[in-house]
């Protein structure tokens, strides 16, 4: 893990460094290549690969499906089998332990809290001679969620993808589950139920989202697609963009801390630890006006890295990602922190309140010791689905506005239209647009 000073290399370096790319296409791993070369017999990168995929399941539906679901997991599927069946929820509640249930409905109860207040109202307003306008906001009719589940389970993911469209009030909610040995994680089938998804289709990766996009004899097509994935799912989510919208395209994992002398090293190591377990790719940083803090925290990380048992994915994560700046002061380390734009930020200082409204770029801003990024990854209420990258300079977090869309309402008396058909008639002659002019015209 690196420590720079930025008195030493100066703002502009620092700034160079904590600059991220919006998603891009990456190299596949050596493994990966090797596999694609046994399946394809040539050697795609990701983004050609994914586009035979989404192509083929786009022309040939459930066979296309069914063909990479076996090439790909491993499992045979028929059509009726894509589905997963109230057998399969039965024996998730059996295996599922009472308390760690119970936790999940607390988990979802306090982001469906959370997410009611967002829920935005449909409005009108009358204006000179008797005119209307307005506003309607409207759910989406369905929508689809991808959550991840190959060879890990992510109820959480479940809970902050599919609350929030129900509270939007979405007709019909889906979600695509790649499943492990032919079958799902319980509580990721019973997170969904809690939530409020509709059906659960035992399908991954690409093929799932081209599925979901552009319908098949089995699956329903959606509005719009939501949730995070690997390379091949963010990928394809990229390819079908515009056939239907999504959510963002997500990236690795990170976390931003800005850390004043009162920061306690050890929360902070352990902080810093928690994006780095996630992948290698994730990133680590704290920018501190504090030197002494800072050898402190790079010490401290190395005791806890000793200790966990994704040890070997954090340490590829900080020795690649970690990085501790030593900013002049605190309020240079928020402008450097706005550069960075991270998807979650801490800020451990005396005062977080008094920093908060110079925070621009983050996608959720944790503020004091005692409200670590896992809170809200979990239980707080927010949503944990960010924007990463960087892109949190024009993202939005995940909320209910993001499955509602809004239509415009006009309404005009004639007498309202003649006062402003001049103005009209005079704008749309400038433009070119006869045939708009004289629809205001014969109506004079």
Request: hydrophobic share 45%; aromatic share 6%.
């Amino acid at each position: 893990m690196k420590i720079v000073r930025a008195k030493e290399i100066g703002a502009a370096a620092v700034e160079a460094l904590l600059q991220k790319k919006a998603f891009d296409e990456v190299e596949l791993n050596p493994k990966i290549r090797e596999a694609n070369r046994k399946l394809f017999g040539e050697d795609l990168t990701a983004a050609e690969l994914v586009r035979r995929i989404v192509t083929d399941v786009r022309e040939k539906g459930d066979s296309a499906v069914i063909e990479y679901t076996k090439l790909i997991d491993r499992v045979e599927y028929r059509p009726e089998d894509f589905l997963v069946s109230e057998a399969e929820y039965l024996e998730a509640e059996r295996q599922a332990d009472p308390q760690v249930l119970a936790s999940l409905r607390r988990a979802a109860e306090n982001v469906r809290r959370y997410h009611q207040e967002q829920k935005p109202n449909s409005w009108m307003t009358y204006r000179e001679h008797g005119s209307i306008l307005g506003q309607s906001v409207i759910p989406l009719d369905r929508v689809g969620i991808y959550v991840p589940g190959g060879t890990a389970a992510y109820p959480s993911s479940v809970i902050m993808n599919a609350v929030p469209a129900a509270v939007a009030g979405v007709s019909e909610i889906i979600m695509m589950v790649p499943p492990k040995n032919g079958k799902i994680n319980p509580y990721v089938l019973l997170a969904a139920r809690e939530a409020g998804v509709d059906k659960i289709f035992k399908i991954g990766g690409a093929q799932a989202i081209a599925a979901m996009a552009f319908g098949t004899e089995t699956i329903p097509r959606v509005d719009k697609i939501t949730g995070p994935g690997n390379i091949f799912v963010t990928l394809a989510k990229k390819e079908v963009y515009g056939h239907c919208d999504i959510d963002m395209l997500a990236g690795p994992s990170e976390i931003l801390i800005v850390a004043d002398e009162t920061a306690d090293p050890v929360y902070t190591a352990a902080d810093m630890l928690s994006q780095a377990e996630h992948d290698p790719l994730a990133c680590s940083i704290v920018i501190t006006d504090s030197a002494e803090l800072a050898e402190k925290i790079a010490k401290e990380a190395e005791l806890q890295l000793a200790k966990l048992p994704r040890q070997e994915i954090a340490k590829a994560s900080l020795d690649r990602n970690g990085l501790i700046v030593i900013a002049e002061d605190i309020r240079q380390a928020i402008e450097f922190a706005n550069v960075s734009a991270p998807e979650h930020m801490e800020l451990l200082t005396r005062e977080p309140f008094q920093l908060l409204p110079y925070v621009r770029h983050a996608g959720a801003v944790f503020l004091g010791a005692y409200s670590p990024e896992p809170l809200g990854d979990y239980f707080a209420g927010p949503n944990h689905v960010l924007p990463t990258g960087g892109t949190a300079r024009y993202y939005s977090v995940l909320n209910v506005e993001t499955f509602m869309k809004r239509t415009s309402i006009i309404s005009y008396t004639q007498p309202a239209l003649a006062a402003v058909s001049e103005d009209i008639i005079r704008l749309a002659e400038t433009e070119g647009l006869d045939a708009h002019a004289n629809a205001i015209r014969l109506r004079k």
